[in-house]
């Protein structure tokens, strides 16, 4: 079972700020926290990970609270293109061990 | 850079047929997964394939499902017999080899587009 629980849905006007939040509250200590996001008909994509400091790149910012319970994926200023599901994960860092569990992710539906 | 392919894009059998799926990953990529995924959920982890060798394949349905990854680049999934609940897209990634097992890193999956399966 996945280890986050997310919104199913959310709506964001175009040009502003989209919040995605994720609570993981059994988070252990050696978990990232993962994003991506899946358009329709397409596979998902990576978008961002972190720790437990605060993440920025070319696509969003991740803001992971200071108990590590829960996480926001921020897009700073949402275009229709961002209209996707949102997949919040956690798990180790290594590629062994225990694999990505997907849950059902956040709807986001950026409006017009 | 060429992304990772999958082919056929859409295939519709009846059940108790069988079917294979094909995937090329991503050059250099030494790990490959396959997933499923069900209308309305997330992707599941079907297989792991490190090289040529299965890290894990807990979730595959090992009485119908089998993939191989015989020269460690392409891989082909077969289902046999289908199953209406086999309906599904089924999603190949690639990554590149994590390093030493354990060390604290992080390889992006890279997905290919899906093939959407139908049984009738």
């Known amino acids: 079972d996945a280890k986050t629980t997310q919104p199913p849905s959310m709506d964001c006007a175009e040009g502003r700020a989209a919040n995605l939040p994720c609570n993981h509250s059994?988070?252990?200590?050696?978990?990232?926290v993962y994003w991506y996001r899946q358009i329709h008909s397409q596979g998902p994509q990576y978008i961002i990970h972190g720790l437990k400091n605060n993440e920025t790149n070319e696509m969003a910012s991740l803001i992971i609270t200071e108990d590590r319970k829960s996480s926001t994926l921020i897009l700073p200023h949402a275009t229709l293109r961002d209209t996707a599901v949102y997949y919040c994960i956690v798990r180790v860092g290594d590629n062994y061990g225990q694999n990505f569990v997907f849950g059902p992710g956040t709807r986001l539906s950026v409006l017009p | 850079e060429a992304g990772v392919a999958q082919s056929p894009r859409y295939k519709i059998i009846e059940k108790r047929q069988s079917v294979a799926f094909w995937c090329n990953p991503i050059?250099?990529?030494?790990?490959l997964y396959w997933y499923q995924q069900i209308l309305g959920q997330g992707p599941k982890l079907l297989i792991q394939f490190q090289n040529n060798g299965v890290v894990d394949d807990s979730q595959l349905p090992k009485d119908r499902f089998s993939a191989e990854r015989l020269k460690g680049v392409d891989s082909t999934l077969k289902i046999q017999p289908a199953k209406l609940e086999d309906s599904a897209v089924y999603l190949c990634?690639?990554?590149?080899?994590?390093?030493?097992?354990?060390?604290?890193?992080?390889?992006?999956?890279?997905f290919g587009p899906g093939t959407r399966l139908t049984v009738l």
């Open positions: 059994t988070i252990s200590g050696n978990e990232y």
């Open positions: 990634a690639s990554s590149l080899s994590a390093g030493l097992a354990g060390a604290p890193s992080y390889n992006e999956q890279f």
């Open positions: 050059s250099g990529h030494a790990t």
